[in-house]
């Protein structure tokens, strides 16, 4: 006889290895939040057990399979008969990717200072108030970059430089205070430097420091070697 089956979870896909002999009715067994089918018993059991679970994108924490049988009434007599289970699912986080955020070429006058808007760091993972550490590396070739007066650096560590008038700078804290910081970006080429001697970039580098506040890690985005496309020229005239 056939019984009928739903499956279900909150926070997650499900997916069956086995899916033959089987009657969908909802879903399709791959990748389903809810399916519903029907199937011989022996089908049935084929399916449930080659059962996996995905949890969804950026998701962590408890879940659980909801699993109802249905037998259909098989025997003809009174109510069909049915049974239901969960079973509790935890999902452990692992450390995601930085972005960042950088804008369209950008054009500078000779000797002049140039205001980059909108260089920002993003992470999954961070919380809502924005305390997760990160670090930021800058630097550039023929000039040097500022992030601001003492007011705009306040609660970030520099291990290079300092924020003002660097060619290269490297500083970490809270992702709140580094977006703050960004904000204020800007750039001088050297005196007297313009396109003509060679081109300008802004080099990005932002590291997670390991999903962590504040100790080294090794899972970084770096936009200047992986993501080439993302680095922006600064051409002075």
């Given amino acids: 006889y056939e019984m009928a089956v739903r499956l279900s979870c909150a926070n997650g896909l499900l997916s069956l290895g086995y899916v033959a002999g089987l009657t969908f009715g909802t879903g399709d067994g791959t990748d389903d939040e809810l399916m519903t089918f029907v199937g011989a018993v022996k089908e049935v059991n ?11 994108l950026n998701f962590h924490g408890a879940d659980a399979i909801s699993v109802t049988i249905n037998d259909q009434n098989y025997r003809g007599t009174g ?17 995601d990717d930085p972005t960042l955020v950088v804008p369209p070429q950008q054009a ?32 550039v070739i023929g000039g040097t970059l500022s992030l601001g007066d003492n007011a705009a650096v306040a609660g970030l560590t520099f291990s290079k430089g300092d924020g003002k008038a660097d060619p290269a700078m490297q500083f970490s804290g809270p992702l709140k205070d580094l977006n703050a910081a960004l904000k204020n970006l800007s750039y001088v080429g050297d005196m007297d430097f313009n396109s003509n001697h060679h081109a300008e970039f802004l080099k990005v580098y932002v590291n997670d420091l390991d999903g962590t506040n504040g100790t080294s890690g090794l899972l970084a985005d770096d936009r200047s070697e992986e993501h080439t496309s993302e680095l922006q020229s600064l051409t002075s005239s």
């Fill in 108 to 139: 500078a006058t000779e000797d002049a200072r140039l205001n980059i808007e909108g260089v920002s760091v993003y992470d999954v993972e961070a919380d809502m108030d924005g305390s997760k550490h990160a670090q930021v590396s800058l630097y």
């Fill in 46 to 56: 084929a399916a449930l057990g080659a059962l996996t679970y995905r949890g969804l």
């Fill in 79 to 95: 109510p069909a008969l049915t049974d239901t289970l969960a079973i509790p699912v935890v999902v452990t986080p692992v450390n």
